[in-house]
């Protein structure tokens, strides 16, 4: 009986046969697509208000207002025994045993293709649900992220797409994702485009946005319409305050990359500490449970708290207590082995530090200072700008969150400031830090998944040069003089691979006819050190004929049978990479 999966495939494949155009079918498929992770991303958020009215019997956005009323052994237990389920839950049933976010989407993007492991993907999602679920200070933006790229790229992935179509789909999923947890349908868009995929191609810009409309539509018909942040109508006072804003600016870069380095230092002490993986949650928990005894602002994911600085409720003590707070626990929690993400944290701790600012510079020049709520504004944006490392959508998201467009200018400064500042002093981005720290690199990556996509199938050549063990001497010294690199190959009666015979192989048989007789291509031949197979790829073949230094390979059906089927040359690998770099290069201009 045909599932879901395979009567849409079906639908999908008579509708490509009906039309031509690509992008009226991509357009299709991101309305899917949009609709799919928009789901997801609603069922993720109530999830985190099941967990919150389970453990705290709080509502939505009200975790911290209510942990300042529950009893002091509830705030402790909740996150320690918390901990301890997801340490011993993302051991022993999580596939690869760790949690999962933006960065591992980046990873798939650049790396694989788009492709995503599913099972993996709904159990990052359960993880980080539960951690903001038990109280982890975590954001949910990544989380999110992560669930629409699983979705869409297990959607999309039934259609069995080229790999240019399957990394548009992704990125419609994020979109969606993005569009439908936090109602920023703009920002949406440009994150997908900004931190995804790495570029703003109109072919993958018409369908991310149709996705980001769609998740956002389901979205409001779910929760509302209605912004995360009810914020006055702040303006700028005077444009005398320009220089504050960029100072905020290189303030709000210094804040991020401690923000930053604190999350990483916390997650390298636990890896020098002789101390079980899956307890590691519990020990962080427990300390973010002792925080919040003092501070209960800092639990989940605190907007409440963001919301209080935005409306100027918080006086500078605790705004300054708080940005420190807030910083602490992320590093306890995310450095621990908590799931969840960075960008609700850092809009936290840049609000926290853009409030305290305003006030300072208020109480110093009182006629030319805005309300300080305005450099609420500015600092949110500031400094999750240098943590994400993508200006431009960070500046929509805040905009969108707040609804305050009115700060504009003074928030594109910052912004700009503190995430140069930040790139200069080495961060590119959280995510991009996260992958160096496992080995990968995103300046290289993009063309190695674009080399993966290339099967060796598609470049080796089928009319080669070769021989049967027996072959004479006149034989292989006729096959050699049309062989494009200079060797023959060597195969036995039932295909399988020999080696292969140079024209240095041939000693003075190559110049003397009369020892033809004596000797055949069994008793010349070298065994070839390397062999590709043919589920091989382009990057491990040029990686190949780099180490080896061969002009040639030859290509076998695996290592079992041996049977040759086929020889890759020099030339023909580095055309298609050259074709590969074209590919994407027009890929990234529109112009496919």
């Not at 947890?181 to 995804?196: D, H, Q, Y």
């Not at 804040?255 to 636990?270: D, G, K, Q």
């Not at 989940?300 to 940005?323: F, P, R």
């Not at 306890?332 to 944290?345: K, R, Y």
Request: net charge negative.
């Amino acid at each position: 009986m045909a599932g879901p999966y395979d009567s849409f495939r079906t639908f999908f494949l008579r509708l490509t046969r009906l039309t031509r155009n690509d992008q009226v079918v991509l357009s299709i498929l991101a309305v899917v697509i949009g609709a799919v992770t928009a789901v997801g991303a609603i069922g993720f958020r109530e999830l985190i208000h099941f967990f919150h009215r389970l453990f705290f019997q709080a509502g939505p956005n009200s975790l911290g207002d209510v942990a300042a009323g529950l009893p002091w052994w509830q705030v402790l237990l909740v996150p320690t025994l918390g901990g301890l389920a997801i340490g011993l839950f993302v051991r022993y049933v999580l596939p690869g045993g760790r949690p999962l976010a933006v960065a591992q989407v980046i990873e798939a993007a650049a790396y694989h293709g788009g492709r995503m492991p599913f099972l993996a993907g709904l159990g990052a999602a359960f993880t980080s649900a539960a951690s903001i679920g038990v109280g982890a200070s975590v954001g949910r933006e990544g989380p999110v992220v992560h669930l629409g790229a699983t979705l869409a790229s297990y959607t999309v992935e039934r259609l069995h797409l080229s790999r240019s179509l399957l990394l548009t789909l992704l990125a419609c999923g994020v979109a969606s994702a993005v569009a439908a947890s936090f109602n920023t349908p703009i920002a949406g868009v440009f994150f997908a485009l900004e931190v995804i995929l790495g570029h703003y191609a109109l072919r993958a810009f018409a369908p991310i946005v149709i996705a980001s409309v769609t998740g956002t539509i389901i979205s409001r018909i779910h929760f509302g319409d209605f912004p995360a942040f009810i914020v006055p109508d702040y303006m700028i006072v005077s444009f005398l305050e320009f220089p504050a804003f960029a100072i905020l600016g290189m303030l709000s870069a210094l804040t991020a990359l401690l923000f930053v380095h604190s999350i990483f230092f916390v997650e390298e002490r636990w890896r020098r500490v002789a101390f079980p993986a899956w307890a590691r949650p519990a020990v962080g928990g427990l300390a973010v449970g002792g925080i919040a005894l003092f501070l209960p602002q800092v639990m989940g994911v605190g907007y409440e708290a963001t919301n209080a600085a935005l409306n100027e409720s918080l006086d500078l003590t605790l705004l300054l207590a708080l940005l420190v707070a807030k910083t602490a626990a992320t590093a306890l929690s995310l450095g621990s082995g908590f799931g969840g993400g960075v960008f609700s944290p850092s809009i936290f701790v840049g609000a926290m530090l853009g409030g305290a600012f305003g006030i300072i510079a208020a109480s110093i020049f009182p006629e030319y200072g805005s309300a300080h709520g305005t450099y609420t504004i500015v600092g949110m944006s500031a400094v999750a700008a240098a943590v994400l490392g993508a200006p431009i959508s960070t500046i929509l998201i805040v905009f969108e969150l707040t609804g305050s467009y009115e700060v504009t200018i003074a928030v594109m400064v910052a912004t700009v400031i503190s995430s140069l500042i930040a790139r200069e002093a080495g961060m590119k981005s959280f995510f991009f830090r996260q992958l160096e720290r496992e080995g990968l690199k995103l300046d290289t990556g993009r063309l190695e998944g674009l080399l993966r996509g290339i099967s060796i199938r598609q470049v080796m050549r089928t009319d080669y040069p070769v021989v049967n063990a027996v072959a004479s001497v006149a034989e292989i010294r006729e096959k050699l003089r049309a062989a494009p690199d200079g060797e023959v190959y060597v195969a036995g009666s039932s295909g399988r691979f020999l080696g292969a015979i140079a024209l240095t192989d041939l000693g003075e048989s190559a110049f003397d006819p009369s020892i033809d007789a004596l000797l055949n291509a069994v008793d010349l031949l070298h065994r070839h050190p390397m062999v590709l197979e043919a589920g091989d790829d382009l990057e491990k073949a040029i990686k190949l004929l780099e180490s080896a230094d061969a002009r040639s390979l030859p290509v076998v059906e695996n290592a079992e049978t041996m049977r040759l089927i086929g020889v890759l040359y020099e030339p023909d690998a580095i055309r298609a990479y050259n074709q590969a770099l074209l590919h994407a290069r027009a890929v990234e201009h529109g112009e496919r």
